[in-house]
C-alpha cells in the first residue's frame, strides 16, 4: 500500500494553452500499485479523452439530450449583446447553438479512482463570458479507459 498526501492531489494543469484545475479523489488514504497505474494511463490520455468527450458531447447535442438543453439555456439567460461576445450573429452558414458548443472549453478534470464501477472521470466543461469560465458546467463523467457513463449538467 501507498500512503497519499491530499495535498499533493490538486492542481491547476496546462493543456493546450488552457489552464484546467485538475484534482484526483480518493476515499481511502493508501492506495496499490494498480490504482496507480491506473490513474498514470488515464492521466498520460487526458489529451485523447477531451476529444473523445468532445464528440460525445457532439452526438448528445444531435440527439437532443442534456447538451442542447445545456446550449439552450445560454440563449435562455443571455441577451443578445452577452450572446454576441461569445458567437457571431452574421454567420449564416453555423447555427448559433453550434457556434456556442463549440465555444465549450474544459475546465477541470478529477479522477475518482476508488469510485469503481461507477464513473471514475469527471471532465467539467463550460463558456467563458466575461473572460471568465461561467459556473454552469457540462459534465462527461467515464470510465478509467475514457469511454462515456454518462453526460450531465451541473451548477
Given amino acids: 500500500m501507498i500512503a497519499l498526501d491530499q495535498s499533493e492531489l490538486r492542481r491547476n494543469i496546462d493543456l493546450d494553452g488552457n489552464n484546467i484545475r485538475f484534482d484526483i479523489n480518493f476515499e481511502n488514504e493508501s492506495s496499490d500499485r494498480n490504482k496507480l497505474d491506473t490513474i498514470k494511463d488515464f492521466l498520460?490520455?487526458?489529451?485523447?479523452?477531451?476529444?473523445?468527450?468532445?464528440?460525445y458531447l457532439d452526438k448528445?447535442?444531435?440527439?437532443?439530450?442534456?447538451?442542447?438543453?445545456?446550449?439552450?439555456?445560454?440563449?435562455?439567460?443571455?441577451?443578445k449583446d452577452e450572446l454576441s461576445d461569445i458567437i457571431n450573429f452574421d454567420n449564416?452558414?453555423?447555427?448559433?447553438?453550434?457556434?456556442?458548443?463549440?465555444?465549450?472549453?474544459?475546465v477541470r478534470v478529477g479522477i475518482y479512482p476508488d469510485n469503481i464501477p461507477e464513473y471514475f472521470g469527471v471532465f467539467d466543461y463550460s463558456i467563458d463570458i466575461d473572460g471568465e469560465p461561467c459556473n454552469q458546467l457540462l459534465v462527461v463523467k467515464t470510465d478509467d479507459k475514457?469511454?462515456?457513463?454518462?453526460?450531465?449538467?451541473e451548477s
Avoid at 444531435?62 to 443571455?78: A, M, Q, R
Fill in 146 to 153: 475514457g469511454n462515456l457513463d454518462h453526460i450531465t449538467w
Fill in 92 to 106: 449564416s452558414f453555423i447555427e448559433k447553438e453550434r457556434q456556442l458548443l463549440d465555444k465549450l472549453k474544459l
Fill in 60 to 79: 448528445d447535442f444531435t440527439k437532443e439530450g442534456e447538451t442542447l438543453d445545456y446550449i439552450n439555456f445560454y440563449f435562455d439567460e443571455l441577451d
Fill in 44 to 55: 498520460d490520455n487526458i489529451k485523447k479523452f477531451d476529444q473523445r468527450n468532445k464528440l
